[in-house]
């Protein structure tokens, strides 16, 4: 049998831990793991400490894996044994009390230590710093027999010690070098207003204040500060800041710079067999605090140490939010700007608003909320995104409660929110159940919420808010970049990485892509349906239809009902019919005893309640084309009765909209695909919420793109404006093609157009001519591609194997 | 219990399943990308939705419905969900396969 590889981590910490979770994870038989951690305590969740401090939560529950946990997973825990020097030439480390544990890859996670102000008379007793659970229980400890409290330094960590103690009744007042609090995160005015607030729960301020000396005998009775004067207090509690722990890393010649320097892959510079996580962390010039970039390390470490691939840890933006009940701070990024820079801002003193947004290029490069900061994820989002804001800079500061956002307004607040309040209306699961399995579970990703509790698992349309509670819960955003995320749990490529790879590699079949790009296991219905549409959209000659990665409906031809039953819906060009149509329609319902015939939404008729048995025979009677009303492809094209009836009329809507539809009938799309035309700027036809909407104006046609009218309303943006039903017909086509090689699968157009910009889309399909005639070339070539109606097929394919009947066995049939 | 024959195996799609109705049961067959064929209840402990119309993945059915995941193998659902379907024993003998009721 093959030894193992010995994998020794120096931290009992998060960003360790999370390393250590992230390897087990991709494969938990690769390495015997041993792990040194310096406190008694086991792994627990220190962003909650304040927490702890603040008396919302014991110790108990901010544990995130107890011994057991180490047990399960074989690891040897030593804990309270501070490892004391690393022997890079013989692969050990030595802890202090002697023992020893040989290693093929180290992990140095050793964390931070705060920063003590080289003051005279810090040595007293009662000077405290905050950074584990022994600073929380000493600070406990001096409430219960003293009333006056020190905090050096207005930061983040000072700011929750400070509050923490005032919530143990201690008198509080924060001393500050800097003229504003927080001056890491937060500009002069919402460093006031937070100042402000935080007198208001009883927190005492002295700013511009350079503390001189610690006075008292043996304990610390007062403070002198360089001006001369002093303030009494009992205990102080040292918070400037943390310098990552690097001594150890030193005595080892690795090299350090303010810490320990590693390359893309989370190695030490020095020795590839070492690799650092964590706070004590140099890359790229910069240290980290924050739990988000330290969690994205581990995954890279995780990654590359167990040989799984290339993936590189390229820096990370953070963002930070104050946990401070009752005070909502949110800051990203560069929330200064300078000449090159300009500023979106609003202020509301009185009502305690303050929201500043720094653009630069067009781009979000930083923000900073004060007192509402339920639009924190979405401007880091948009900010990570590298979203162009050109066009939104007027509703930039008041988004998600604005028109476009219907489906969430009023949602947004989650402080405000009841824990009762659903928060997934598809899954019923509430805010309290959410914070729970956070909490529990130590859950710090979208993705996390969706595997434990279900939020967000279905139509999407919660995520953001999900974002949020896991952000009010864990003080800074975890939202990652769709872009940078994984297709699914499959992979680690994301859809474009996928789409590449297809691309180069010319993979012409679901299992070939799952092969080559090692899949893990056979997939699942996320990814399994988009390599489907992935190949046949970039191979569309060289591929044929994988019926087993489709989902029910688009296997079927036919929507499944909520009883198992099918509804059918027959296409009904422009939404125009025929008596003859109707007739047979009504035929056909009454001799199958359709218990349901319903005018849907796109101008058609559902016949909903069909067995599955049935449906190849109501095929057939209806003598109709498939409405593809069940697929991620052209739906309909809705119209108004236009210019050949209406007397306001003056365009031809009817005639172009059935054009659209014959021309775009069974065009596959990576998410459904509905269009309108008008035939006068009333808008009968609702272009404005439609993908692709056409309204006709006097002498040409208005063109919109990425409108929804579903989850979240999107208004439809100007395209162009041509002059007549040919260059709709054109434009038409290059965009639906741009949008079908371009989109992620299950990404509806208003999505992608937010994600790409308007103005990309614009430049390939009316700005130049010869992107937007390659683009009508190509959808015509795959337009080729496409076989007969898929009712006709299958009623072909039923007459010569039955395969939608259910087998009947009679059960008295025995073989003995 | 008896075995009864089923149909041939080449009437259930590939990595595909298919419904069977069995006295008053109503069971779903499944050819996985193994070769083997296995049978569960045709009913998702969730909301009743038709097994033998969801996708395959290993041995794991995905619900049509809901997309619940079933283990075909133990018939239980797996986490987060919570619930299980009664499993069948299956054989095939030249091409046919027979389920044991």
Redesign the interface.
């Known amino acids: 049998m093959e030894t193992k590889k010995k994998l020794v981590m120096i931290g009992n910490g998060m960003a360790g831990m999370k390393a250590i979770e992230e390897i087990i994870d991709i494969n938990p038989d690769l390495f015997d793991i041993t792990v040194f951690g310096a406190e008694r305590h086991p792994n627990y969740n220190r962003v909650l400490l304040s927490s702890v401090l603040a008396g919302e939560m014991t110790v108990e529950d901010i544990i995130l894996n107890d011994e057991e946990w180490y047990r399960k997973n074989n690891i040897t825990l030593h804990l309270g044994k501070p490892v004391v020097e690393i022997q890079r030439g013989y692969r050990k480390v030595v802890a202090a009390d002697g023992t020893t544990a040989a290693y093929d890859c180290l992990v140095i996670a050793t964390g931070s230590k705060p920063f003590i102000l080289p003051l005279p008379g810090v040595d007293k007793e009662g000077v405290i710093t905050f950074r584990d659970i022994y600073d929380c229980e000493r600070m406990m400890e001096a409430s219960a027999s003293y009333r006056k409290a020190a905090v050096i330094g207005g930061g983040l960590l000072g700011l929750e010690a400070a509050k923490g103690l005032v919530n143990l009744g201690m008198e509080v007042t924060v001393i500050h070098d800097r003229k504003t609090l927080m001056n890491m995160q937060l500009d002069e005015v919402a460093g006031e207003m937070l100042r402000e607030s935080l007198e208001e729960q009883g927190m005492r301020f002295r700013t511009s204040t350079l503390t001189k000396r610690i006075l008292g005998d043996d304990r610390v009775r007062g403070l002198e500060f360089e001006d001369g004067s002093r303030l009494e207090c009992d205990i102080v509690v040292m918070a400037v800041g943390i310098r990552p722990n690097k001594d150890l890393a030193e005595g080892a010649r690795l090299f350090c710079n303010r810490g320990i320097v590693v390359n893309d892959y989370m190695q030490s510079i020095t020795d590839p067999s070492v690799y650092a996580v964590g706070e004590c962390v140099e890359h790229r010039g910069k240290t980290y605090g924050l739990v988000a970039p330290l969690f994205e390390q581990a995954r890279i470490l995780a990654y590359h140490i167990t040989g799984q691939g290339l993936k590189t840890y390229t820096g990370s933006v953070v963002s930070t939010k104050l946990k401070v009940s009752g005070v909502d701070v949110f800051s990203a990024g560069d929330f200064e700007g300078n000449g090159s820079s300009d500023t979106v801002m609003y202020l509301d003193r009185k009502g305690g608003i303050y929201k500043k947004i720094v653009i630069k290029d067009e781009r979000i490069i930083g923000a900073v909320l004060f007192g509402d900061t339920a639009d924190g994820t979405r401007l880091f989002q948009m900010m990570q995104d590298g979203t162009d804001v050109s066009e939104q800079r007027s509703t930039l500061l008041f988004g998600n409660t604005m028109l476009g956002d219907a489906g969430h307004s009023g949602l947004a607040q989650v402080s405000m929110m009841s824990p009762d309040t659903i928060v997934c209306g598809c899954n019923g699961v509430t805010k309290k159940m959410i914070e729970d399995a956070v909490v529990k579970h130590g859950l710090t990703t979208r993705k996390e919420v969706t595997?434990?509790?279900?939020a967000a698992?279905?139509c999407g349309g919660c995520g953001p808010l999900v974002d949020q509670i896991l952000v009010s819960i864990l003080g800074s955003s975890f939202a990652r970049s769709a872009n940078a995320m994984p297709l699914c749990d499959c992979t680690e490529l994301t859809h474009d990485e996928v789409k590449e790879e297809i691309r180069r590699r010319r993979l012409l079949t679901v299992g070939g892509a799952m092969r080559a790009l090692e899949w893990k296991?056979?997939?699942?219905?996320t990814c399994?349906p988009a390599l489907n549409y992935y190949v046949q959209s970039i191979w569309p000659k060289e591929t044929s239809d994988d019926?087993?990665?489709?989902?029910?409906?688009e296997?079927?031809h036919a929507n499944?009902q909520?009883d198992?039953t099918f509804s059918v819906v027959p296409r009904m060009y422009g939404g125009l019919t025929t008596p003859e149509e109707l007739m047979r329609i009504a035929r056909v319902a009454s001799e199958y005893n359709v218990p349901a015939v319903k005018l849907t939404g796109g101008q058609r008729i559902d016949l909903l309640g069909i067995k599955?048995e049935d449906l190849t025979a109501v095929w057939r009677a209806l003598g109709m084309e498939s409405g593809y009303a069940y697929a991620k492809a052209l739906r309909t094209v809705k119209t108004c009765v236009g210019s050949r009836w209406c007397r306001f009329g003056t365009q031809d809507s009817m005639g172009l909209g059935i054009n659209l539809e014959k021309m775009l009938e069974r065009v596959w799309a990576p998410a459904k695909l509905k269009l309108s035309v008008s035939g006068c700027p009333r808008n009968c036809a609702e272009a404005s919420i439609k993908d692709l909407g056409i309204v006709g104006v006097d002498g040409g046609w208005e063109i919109y793109c990425g409108g929804n009218g579903g989850v979240r309303v999107r208004v439809a943006e100007l395209l162009c404006t041509v002059r007549d039903a040919d260059e709709v017909m054109e434009i038409a086509k290059a965009y639906v093609q741009l949008y079908r090689e371009d989109a992620h699968y299950g990404e509806r157009t208003s999505v992608w157009i937010e994600r790409v910009g308007l103005d990309r889309v614009k430049r390939a399909v009316v700005d130049d001519p010869q992107s937007r005639g390659a683009l009508a070339a190509r959808l015509d070539e795959y337009i080729e591609t496409l076989g007969e109606d898929p009712w006709k097929a299958r009623i072909r394919e039923e007459e010569e194997?039955p395969?939608m009947k259910?087998?009947?066995?009679d059960?008295r049939?025995?073989?003995? | 219990m008896k075995w009864l024959k089923v149909c041939r195996k080449d009437e259930i799609p590939e990595r595909g399943g298919r419904a069977v109705l069995a006295g008053g049961s109503r069971i779903a067959v499944f050819r996985l990308s193994d070769g083997r064929v296995v049978a569960v209840e045709d009913r998702c402990p969730h909301k009743e939705g038709p097994l033998s119309d969801g996708l395959l993945t290993g041995a794991t059915v995905i619900c049509p419905m809901h997309h619940w995941k079933i283990d075909l193998e133990s018939g239980n659902a797996l986490p987060p969900d919570c619930g299980c379907v009664k499993t069948y024993e299956t054989k095939v003998d030249d091409g046919i396969v027979w389920l044991r009721l």
Do not use: F, Q, Y
């Open positions: 595997g434990c509790t279900k698992g279905s296991g056979e997939g699942c219905d399994r019926p087993a990665s489709r989902l029910v409906n296997r079927m499944i909520k198992g599955k194997r395969g259910p087998i009947k066995i059960a049939a025995v073989n003995e």
